[in-house]
T-cell receptor
């Protein structure tokens, strides 16, 4: 089946540094990738929608300069958390839809801890 | 904007029994898609079942079935013969019809229901 590979699965970084999270569609082309944030025992909150070859669309309240999204190819989208702070600690998940009539495939998520 | 509501933050069921998780949604669209996703402790999101609004027949996938009531905007999930591996957070999700030429539109998730399966 369709797979979205997300890396890293777990990262600890120091406050003020930047962290890049990658999502790759392994066996399909993803023209659109969705990035979510999830706090413990809560639902997924859509942060932004990335479209291949164009600027990402950010949800209201999401700082686009802090959460940089790049979707340079049909199989790779990245989320960079810039100048990370402890409040950015969370679980980040990407998702894409493999094709017409299918559901969405999710990456395995990245647990970010900022210390 | 569409909203999805799951009014049961937690549910529990005995192994081999049946449990029903509730979901209601609000939309002005006539054609849309509804999903149930499962998120086990690994936190990997797994598609359980999906329903196209234009289909009157309720979707089924092995032990999982839905009760789709379009007029009432209700989409409940029934899990039969519950197994220990069914323990997870379950999310109901809504998706608008696709725009021509795009590869998808966003999913709107409910708050989730934490299901515990007791042996």
């Amino acid at each position: 089946g369709a797979v979205v590979s997300q890396h890293p699965s777990w990262v600890i970084c120091k406050s003020g540094t930047s962290v890049k999270i990658e999502c790759r569609s392994l066996d399909f082309q993803a023209t659109t990738m969705f990035w979510y944030r999830q706090f413990p025992k809560q639902s997924l909150m859509l942060m932004a929608t990335s479209n291949e070859g164009s600027k990402a669309t950010y949800e209201q309240g999401v700082e686009k300069d802090k959460f940089l999204i790049n979707h340079a190819s049909l199989t790779l989208s990245t989320l960079t958390v810039t100048s990370a702070h402890p409040e950015d600690s969370s679980f980040y998940i990407c998702s894409a839809r493999p094709g017409q009539g299918s559901g969405y495939t999710f990456g395995s998520g990245t647990r970010l801890t900022v210390v | 904007a569409q909203t999805v509501t799951q009014s049961q933050p937690e549910m529990s069921v005995q192994e081999a029994e049946t449990v029903t998780l509730s979901c209601t949604y609000d939309t002005s669209e006539s054609d849309y898609y509804l999903f149930w996703y499962k998120q086990p402790p690994s936190r990997q999101m797994i598609l359980v079942i999906r329903q196209e609004a234009y289909k009157q027949q309720n979707a089924t996938e092995n032990r999982f079935s839905v009760n789709f009531q379009k007029a009432a905007k209700s989409f409940s999930l029934k899990i039969s013969d519950s197994q220990l591996g069914d323990a997870a957070m379950y999310f109901c999700a809504y998706r608008s019809p696709l725009l021509l030429g795009t590869s998808g539109s966003r999913l709107t998730f409910g708050e989730g229901t934490q299901l515990t399966v007791n042996p």
